[in-house]
């Protein structure tokens, strides 16, 4: 893997679903040809792309590396239960409009009273939340707009988004629309730990991001965790491939994969031992249940079993 070069040129122009391919991978993000073709043609066609997979399989990360390789600024709305208009797209500064208000009454001059009573609801007193700040173009630089777990947001805040998916622009009541000069790239990612509505799914372009094969994610280690031993990179590849194989209440993604190997590395450890492995299974595992389930003769074979498999 070729190590980020900070001075890299920025992509100004999409040409071929191979030129993705190479600027992630530059950037030490390793893609497949599939995922390639889904952001080329996103790109492309100028229509967000809904990726969806495991937690911790990589999916927010294409849009971080796909920001860096474009020279683009990020603007993230990271999804939650609640979530609404005012925290993703506007409101209003209430503490400002009544200062306003205060120095309106002081005014004298009636017409002026009027005058500065009609800028209240005017952009100097909108506060632009995500969505919003996604359509607003800084100093000409394009912007990625990551709409982070969907899936965690109420089903009614969907229909905040149809909007902006399709016209990518805002209507404020008070201002009127607001329209993107320059549309953003909308990368929108989902744990499918419930469906997102088909209105817009229709508005999107789809690809699934599973968990990577044994040779993947071994690439995936080396190049985030370049200061891995080879024979500890391959060991724990393989471990974290036999552990997904069992039934756990959270299977272990890439993420944890890397945390794992960062720790191990951290502890100069040069391979796989039974006994440092169970000091550290909270890297990988995030439930005392799993934990339990694995130590002693569970550990202690897959430890073996990872010795033996090459990748």
Known sequence: MTATDNNMTPVTEWVSVDQVVTELSNRRYVIERSLATALFLALKLGKPLLLEGEAGVGKTEVAKVLTEAMGARLIRLQCYEGLDVNSAVYEWNYSRQMLHIRMLELEADETLRKEGAKELFSEEFLIKRPLLQALDSVDGKPTVLLIDELDRADEEFE?????????????????GTIKAERPPVVIITSNRTREIHDALKRRCLYHW??????????????AKVPNAPETLAEQVVSFVQELRKIELYKLPGVAETLDWATALTALDQRDLEEKVVEETLGVILKYQEDVDKLKGEKVRALVQRAKQTRK
């Open 159 to 175: 229909a905040f988004l149809l909007e902006i998916l399709s016209d990518f622009q805002v209507t404020v009541p008070e201002i």
């Open 209 to 222: 991001i599973d968990y990577p094969s044994l040779e993947k994610e071994y690439r995936i280690l080396l």
